[in-house]
């Protein structure tokens, strides 16, 4: 569905805001050809993922589409599975509040709908639409709130937290966190702007390390990062993950950027086993995002702020963990400010395994885990 049906003008950051950003195309196509991603001795049945806000979004999206290799999840700032049911309008009023001023903000306690969400949700697995929702149980899962977010208020995580519930998600696996003072952000410890600020690049220094936090609450105990990081990022090429039917017009029909990038450390290099993690930026956060305020880092693109920033790197190397930061990027007049589709822009089934997005994550996690011993 266009997004730009609305006026961009009047809609608030980070999602669905002015059309300044369209100059990011030009930054969507790198000077020289990107390798694939190295085929590692990956074990795909340990895969966990997190996001923010669009991110978040995605986050849950593809947990239930592949929950059969997912470990487990964080999910910042996002909410219910299907929460916009393909309905622009309903993702900017009903499941966030990013439609304002022109469209009123109608999130309350009750404003997703979970009874309708997880009927539809129990329906699509039904289909083989997504895997079994049983498999939810064995998730592992972390949700993060800021009590001062006005974007995707706290009203979003604790419905999140109850479609959980409802699908069978033992509270002992369910790990809700309210951050007081904290904004529309991308939490950090040290990095970033003011916690509570909800603006450019959406990552804050809020005295929590969320990388750790959903990390550790996956895979259970960590091994303390090194003061630097020993592996390598590596800017891979997106496009050898793209379906086929859809690579053509990549950018213009799917929102996924021509490169993507991976952490990957010297020991999962060498072919020990490792696990993969992949990190999903929000809306205003991929690479080739043109902010209206030049970066932390400097330059006119967003670049790695997002992947070198927001410490999942510092927890890879030691705890035999590949993180994978796929982009998103922008449309003209349907997807302005590059946010991964939860709600419709790319088709009616983009909350499924059919999904463009959803398939192109799965094809990357599997081309890891191509060298598998």
């Not at 239930?64 to 599975?81: D, E, M, Q, R, Y």
Request: charged residues 15%.
């Amino acid at each position: 569905m266009p997004v730009l049906a609305l006026n961009p003008r009047q809609l608030k950051a980070p999602w669905l805001a002015t059309l300044a950003s369209l100059g990011v195309l030009a930054a969507a196509f790198p000077a020289h050809a990107a390798p694939p991603l190295p085929a590692l001795n990956i074990d795909i049945s340990q895969t966990s993922i997190s996001g923010i806000s669009s991110g978040g979004f995605m986050t849950v999206q593809f947990q239930l589409a592949h929950s059969s290799i997912v470990k487990g999840v964080g999910v910042v700032a996002g909410g219910p599975f299907n929460c916009s049911k393909a309905d622009v309008l309903r993702a900017v009023s009903s499941c966030s509040c990013t439609g304002e001023p022109s469209v009123p903000c109608a999130v309350s306690e009750t404003s997703t709908d979970v009874p309708s969400l997880v009927a539809g949700t129990e329906e699509m697995a039904g289909k083989g639409l997504i895997d079994p929702t049983r498999n939810l149980a064995g998730h592992r899962i972390l949700t993060v709130a800021g009590t001062k977010d006005t974007l995707v208020p706290p009203p979003i995580a604790r419905q999140l937290s109850a479609f959980y519930t409802a699908l069978g998600v033992p509270g002992a696996n369910l790990s809700p966190v309210s951050l007081p003072n904290a904004g529309h952000t991308m939490p950090t410890q040290n990095y970033g702007i003011a916690c509570g600020l909800e603006k450019e690049p959406y990552i804050g220094k809020c005295a929590y390390d969320s990388a750790r936090e959903i990390l550790g609450w996956t895979y259970g105990k960590l091994t303390a990062a090194g003061s630097k990081p020993a592996g390598k990022f590596i800017q891979f090429d997106q496009r050898a993950y793209i379906p086929a039917r859809s690579a053509g017009a990549f950018s213009w029909s799917t929102g996924l950027d021509t490169t993507g990038w991976a952490y990957v450390p010297d020991t999962c290099a060498r072919g020990e086993k490792c696990r993969v993690h992949i990190a999903l930026h929000g809306c205003k956060q991929g690479q080739s995002y043109l902010p209206l305020t030049p970066p932390p880092g400097g330059g006119l693109y967003n670049g790695t702020t997002f992947v070198k920033n927001t410490g999942y790197d510092r927890w890879a190397d030691k705890n035999h963990l590949v993180i994978l930061y796929p982009q998103a990027v922008s449309i003209p007049f349907r997807n302005p400010n590059g946010c991964w589709d939860w709600w419709g822009y790319t088709g009616t089934d983009y909350a499924t395994k059919n999904a463009v997005q959803i398939r192109t994550l799965r094809a990357m996690v599997d081309g890891l885990a191509a060298g598998a011993k």
